[in-house]
Each structure stands twice: as structure tokens, then as C-alpha cells.
């Protein structure tokens, strides 16, 4: 008899339960991404409204397979908690860049863009990607001048900071009256032995003394200290790129220099906060192991607010750029190790400007796009005059989870095609001499017209790969992927906090200076933080095991399983645990006791209910049912009304509020009606 750890064998590998090479399509169809074997790139496109199981019945399975590398858009972290766990587990690297607020960034991963600036060209690319993705969507210029030459500045001060970097603190270099002290700048900037810093840091020193200076009493130009530093670096490289780009910049009237500044400064107010500085002060993301081992990056944004998600923009920018270097100077050819970018809520995504380019290129790179959306209106909206069209086009595979919008149905039905259909008609005359015939004909008639689509099934899912007919099959159960309980468990209690990893990386380097930026009080906070880890995973994963859980974020709903009898045993065995190795909160019992309290009654009125109304057991699963049943029947709904509204408060959580129902249906309704709104809800 072999053991079994949930749904599978102990000591068994995960390659030999899951074939990690296939990406799972549907519970029954999976794909190779070996594209040599299928003629089909690997970008996928999933269209699926709210609550159609974008998350939970997609995603969640793709990352339980392990077949590439991972970088993924995490809207609230939800995604990071679910499954990092698992996967750093099975050998993954993992780095989350977390932009959720300031608190969050501290525990982020640091990117740097200068470490992966090559050329002059990469510059250009970074500046325009910067001022794309920090323009609010949908407005316009009315005079392109001002972007073009805030643009230019901008140039010349990431030229600066790339080619010769700027001393640390160098904006503290004052005189006792409080102005610059240009002489001890310079000395700093000549002195080889001052660390030069090569970051977004640098950049906002040296626009820091960026201003229109003028004599006040004659109304001439003077210099200011930032003119002062490129002049002296002109002396000695009169055609560098940062002193060609700051003189055009530069040229025009006081004011149109000063609009030009503020513009700049206005531009890069976003990133001048702590906490987005130290998050680029340097590089832990290394984007070159991405495609050679293994590594799931967490891009974590808040859904509510964008400020931070340029930041995201110039991540997948620079990633496509030196991935795509990579694959063909280095590797010549696809990436050893596939790597994915999984797009959750692309509408909200910041991407490179030329996304729709590397779309039709990445196959060959061994890099594809997993594209979420609600509804094509969203990429309609992103990509005018006909360009939404190049998505689709570059995705040989398209997946429809459901959803209402009516102009998608149309779409995806006029996709399907149609189907051929005997037709037989009957004609009667009547009269004396009456007759009758009979007509077979071989019509055509769509697959599926938009309202069949908008009626499929909630478990259900279309598929349409390029060169095959349109599939119909189950939506991915993804509790029964022989990986779910492994990942559940793996994740119970799993933190990340990027200081931690810094701090074992300086102790196994034996070098201070590697963590960076940290000093001895924080060194010691970070210490305790790091046993606070180990401890607490420790504890949280005996839990786990005890409590039998399966959705770690809630383990409280499964202690719903538990009555009286079990709840004493396991805390007499947590009890009889080894000292400081685990102990059972002990408001987290009390809280058990209460969700068994409330168990036992909601099951007792549930019965109660059942014998009243002469119902059927079998047509109740959960108590809301029986709630909502019982609350319907005091509304003098019928039966069949009951049956019918009952569907909006099951699944896997609840559909629709008691009171909005209520609010919604009256008994006096007819159950066509009740029937059509019903299915319009779901």
C-alpha cells in the first residue's frame, strides 16, 4: 500500500506527477510549450468576467505546473500568498517587487535600470518608456515641445548618471549661508575614491540643481550649480551625450527653461519618495537568470491606485529588452528555461510601448504573454484604430470563461463559425382537395449565437486554438491537480521580506556592504525578524497539519469540520507538543468553539426548515441555502421561485447578498421573468 500525502505519493518528485512541460488549457486538455512539436506560439489570451474563475481556475493551475519561469501581475498580492510558498519549495527563485503602499515597499525586491542599460539606445527607450507610462491615459498634448524637450533633460541627466555616475549625498555639499558648495561638488566628482552611485537616486541629486538663476539686477542668466557640473564635464568631453542633450535642452528664454525643469520635476515627483528610491538603489531582480533557472517574480499593485505602477512598466521593459538580448547574443537562440509573463488585469498593466511588436516575436525567444482580461472592450479601449486585433492575432490560443459583454459574445460567436443542420419543414392544405408535404434541406446556423454563450454553463469553457475546432470542456478543478494540497500546506505561514534574504546573503558572504543601505540597529531588527520567520513557519505549517487545512488564507472555515470531540483532541495534542514549539492561540480556539456553536445552529435551523416544508435534503449544500430558503418562504415565494433564485447563493462562495435578492425579486413575478434575471445575475 503506498502512502499518500493529499493527492500524492509521498517521495515522489513533482516532475513525475505532473508533466511540466504541458500548460493545463481545461481539466481535459493540456498543451506542450514545445513549439517545434505544435506550429503554435504560446501566448494565450483569457477573456472571462468577474467571478469566472480567471484566478482560482486558470492561473492557480498554470503556476502549480511548474513549466517556466514566472512573472506575474499580482493586483492586492493575492496570487504571492497563495502559492510563493510552493514554489520557492520546488526550487524556485522568488522576488516580489511589492508596490502596495510604503510600509509594503521596504520588503520589496530592489531593481535598478542602470544595471541594465548597454547603450545609448537603451537610454532612449527607458526615457520614453518613463514618460509613456506616467502619462495618465487618454490625454494629449496640444504642443508636443514641452514633452520633447522635458525629454531631452532627462536624457542628459540618465546619460550623466550612466556614463559617470554621482557621488552619494552630493546635494549635502553646502556653504554656512546655505548655497552650494560648487568647489567641495567637484572635488567629490574627481576624487576616484568616492563611491559613484549609478541609480534613479543620482538622477534626482543632480535635477535637484536644475533651476533658472538670474542677476536681479540686471536680469542675466547665471549659472546654476547643475550648469556649473556639466560645464566642467565639457571641458574635458565637449561631444558627451549628457552635454549635447543638456545644451538643447537649455537654449531659450528664463521662463521656457523654468517650464522645462518644472516639468521634469513634475514628471519625476512620483519617485521621489523614500521608499521608491531605495527600492531602485540597486539590483536583486537579475533578469539574466530569469531565462536559466527557474524564478517566479510577484509584480504586487494595489487595485485602487496606479501611482506606482510605472514602475512595473520600466521592470517588463527592461526584461523584454535584455531577455530578448540574452536569447540572441548569448544563449543564440530560445531561452533554456520558458519563461511566461502571466498579464492579470491587463487593462491596468503598464507595458512597454512596443508590447504589440513583442508579442509576434517572443515565440521565437522561448517567451510568451498570458493576457487576462474582463471583456474585449478592454483591449478595444487600449489599442485603437484596429490594433486590438494584432492581440488576438498573436495568440493562437484563446480561452472564454464566461462573462456578459454582449459585444464579446458576438465576436467569439461569429468566431466559432457555423454549423450544418438538417432542416425538415411540414405544409397542410386544407379544403376539399387538401394536401400536405414534407421538405428536408441542409441549412447552416451559427455554433453558438451570443445568447447561447452568454447561457454556457458556469463550470464550463470555450476554447479556440488556431488550425482546431472550438472545444467545449470543463473549467480546471483545480483542487483536483495532484498538486493542490502540496501547494496549500507549502504555503501556510510563508513570508517575504526582501531585508531578510539581504541579510543571509551578507552573512554567507561575510560582507557587510552586501546587504547595502542598512545600518547596525537594523542589521540587529532584521535578525530578530529572520528567527521571527523560521519560528513562525515552523509553527503555522504544524497547524496546518493538525488542522488538515486546504485554503491557508482561511483555515478558520475549516475548523467549521471539526466538533467538540475533535476540537479537545487537537488542543490536547498541541498541548502535549514540545515546549516553544508550538502553542494554539487561544483566542484561536475560542473562535473555533464559536464557528462550531454557529455550525450546530445554522444546521439545527436548517433542519428544522427541511421537516417544516417537506424539502428534499439532498437539494440543500451548504447553510446559506437553507437560510436563504427559509427567508424566500416568510416572503411568500413559491416553491419553484424558491428553486430557481436558490442558484444565487451557491458556488464556491457567495453569489449574490440575502437582501439584494429580496430587494431585487417579488413573488409576484412570473417565473419566466425570475428565470431570466436569474441567469442574467449568473
Same mark, same amino acid.
Given at each position: 500500500m503506498e502512502r499518500r500525502e493529499g493527492n500524492v505519493m509521498a517521495g515522489m518528485s513533482y516532475a513525475q506527477i505532473v508533466n511540466t512541460r504541458n500548460r493545463m488549457l481545461s481539466q481535459n486538455i493540456q498543451m506542450t510549450l514545445d513549439t517545434r512539436h505544435t506550429d503554435l506560439n504560446n501566448n494565450i489570451l483569457v477573456i472571462g468576467g468577474s467571478g469566472s474563475g480567471k484566478t482560482y481556475r486558470f492561473v492557480k493551475p498554470q503556476l502549480m505546473q511548474m513549466s517556466s519561469s514566472f512573472i506575474i501581475t499580482d493586483p492586492k498580492g493575492e496570487l504571492y500568498r497563495d502559492t510563493s510558498g510552493f514554489l520557492k519549495r520546488n526550487g524556485y527563485d522568488i522576488k516580489v517587487l511589492n508596490l502596495l503602499n510604503e510600509d509594503e515597499m521596504v520588503k520589496s525586491s530592489h531593481f535598478n535600470p542602470f544595471r541594465y542599460i548597454q547603450n545609448e539606445v537603451d537610454i532612449l527607450k527607458l526615457i520614453t518608456n518613463l514618460i509613456a507610462n506616467t502619462t495618465p491615459k487618454g490625454s494629449t498634448s496640444n504642443d508636443p515641445f514641452w514633452e520633447k524637450a522635458e525629454g531631452m533633460l532627462l536624457q542628459a541627466l540618465f546619460y550623466y548618471v550612466w556614463l559617470e555616475g554621482v557621488p552619494k549625498n552630493i546635494w549635502e555639499c553646502k556653504k554656512e549661508n546655505g548655497e552650494d558648495d560648487i568647489e567641495e561638488i567637484l572635488n567629490r566628482i574627481h576624487n576616484p575614491e568616492i563611491e559613484k552611485l549609478h541609480n534613479v537616486r543620482a538622477v534626482m541629486e543632480l535635477l535637484k540643481f536644475a533651476e533658472v538663476r538670474e542677476d536681479p539686477r540686471t536680469g542675466a542668466k547665471l549659472d546654476s550649480t547643475l550648469d556649473l557640473i556639466m560645464k566642467d564635464l565639457e571641458k574635458e568631453s565637449p561631444n558627451h551625450k549628457a552635454i549635447l542633450n543638456y545644451n538643447?535642452?537649455?537654449?531659450?528664454?528664463?521662463?521656457?527653461?523654468?517650464?522645462? @525643469?518644472?516639468?521634469a520635476n513634475a514628471r519625476l515627483a512620483p519617485v521621489e519618495t523614500e521608499a521608491v528610491l531605495s527600492i531602485l538603489d540597486d539590483d536583486e531582480i537579475d533578469i539574466p537568470l530569469i531565462g536559466t533557472r527557474k524564478t517566479a517574480i510577484y509584480c504586487v499593485i494595489p487595485d485602487n491606485d496606479t501611482t506606482y505602477n510605472f514602475l512595473v512598466g520600466i521592470l517588463y521593459k527592461m526584461m523584454f529588452q535584455?531577455?530578448?538580448?540574452?536569447?540572441?547574443? @548569448?544563449?543564440?537562440?530560445?531561452?533554456?528555461?520558458?519563461?511566461?509573463?502571466?498579464?492579470?488585469?491587463?487593462?491596468?498593466?503598464?507595458?512597454?510601448?512596443d508590447f504589440l511588436s513583442l508579442l509576434s516575436t517572443m515565440r521565437s525567444r522561448n517567451i510568451s504573454s498570458i493576457i487576462i482580461i474582463q471583456d474585449l472592450s478592454q483591449?478595444?479601449?487600449?489599442?485603437?484604430?484596429?490594433?486590438?486585433?494584432? @492581440?488576438?492575432?498573436?495568440?493562437?490560443?484563446? @480561452?472564454?470563461?464566461g462573462g456578459n459583454g454582449p459585444g464579446t459574445q458576438k465576436e467569439l460567436s461569429e468566431l466559432m463559425g457555423k454549423a450544418t443542420i438538417d432542416k425538415r419543414t411540414n405544409g397542410e392544405t386544407l379544403g376539399k382537395q387538401g394536401s400536405s408535404s414534407r421538405n428536408y434541406d441542409v441549412v447552416g446556423r451559427e455554433l453558438m449565437f451570443p445568447d447561447e454563450l452568454r447561457k454556457i454553463e458556469g463550470n464550463k469553457c470555450i476554447l479556440f486554438i488556431r488550425g482546431f475546432d472550438p472545444v467545449l470542456d470543463n473549467k480546471i478543478e483545480s483542487k483536483k491537480h495532484p498538486l493542490w494540497n502540496l501547494m496549500c500546506d507549502a504555503q501556510k505561514g510563508e513570508l517575504f521580506d526582501a531585508r531578510i534574504e539581504r541579510l543571509r546573503k551578507m552573512k554567507s558572504d561575510k560582507q557587510k556592504n552586501s546587504i547595502g543601505f542598512v545600518n547596525e540597529a537594523e542589521l540587529a531588527h532584521l535578525e530578530l525578524l529572520e528567527k521571527k520567520e523560521k519560528k513562525h513557519y515552523e509553527d503555522e505549517k504544524r497547524v496546518a497539519d493538525l488542522l488538515g487545512t486546504e485554503l491557508p488564507e482561511k483555515p478558520q472555515q475549516y475548523i467549521f469540520r471539526l466538533d467538540y470531540e475533535e476540537l479537545d483532541q487537537l488542543v490536547e495534542q498541541l498541548k502535549e507538543a514540545p515546549p516553544g514549539k508550538i502553542v494554539l492561540d487561544q483566542d484561536l480556539i475560542h473562535k473555533a468553539k464559536e464557528a462550531v456553536d454557529q455550525q450546530i445552529k445554522t444546521e439545527n435551523e436548517k433542519q428544522a426548515y427541511i421537516q417544516m416544508n417537506q424539502i428534499d435534503v439532498r437539494e440543500f449544500k451548504t447553510p446559506e441555502e437553507a437560510l436563504a430558503f427559509s427567508a424566500l418562504k416568510k416572503k411568500n415565494f413559491s416553491n419553484p421561485q424558491i428553486k430557481t433564485l436558490l442558484k444565487l447563493v451557491r458556488g464556491d462562495r457567495e453569489r449574490m447578498d440575502l437582501n439584494a435578492i429580496l430587494e431585487t425579486f417579488d413573488p409576484q413575478m412570473d417565473m419566466e421573468t425570475i428565470e431570466m434575471m436569474t441567469e442574467m445575475l449568473l
Open positions: 538643447k535642452s537649455m537654449r531659450g528664454a528664463a521662463d521656457t527653461v523654468r517650464s522645462i @525643469i518644472i516639468t535584455r531577455l530578448y538580448y540574452e536569447a540572441d547574443f @548569448i544563449h543564440g537562440g530560445p531561452l533554456p528555461v520558458h519563461v511566461t509573463f502571466m498579464l492579470d488585469e491587463f487593462d491596468n498593466v503598464a507595458l512597454p510601448e483591449i478595444k479601449t487600449r489599442y485603437k484604430d484596429g490594433e486590438h486585433e494584432k @492581440i488576438m492575432a498573436n495568440c493562437d490560443t484563446m @480561452i472564454y470563461l
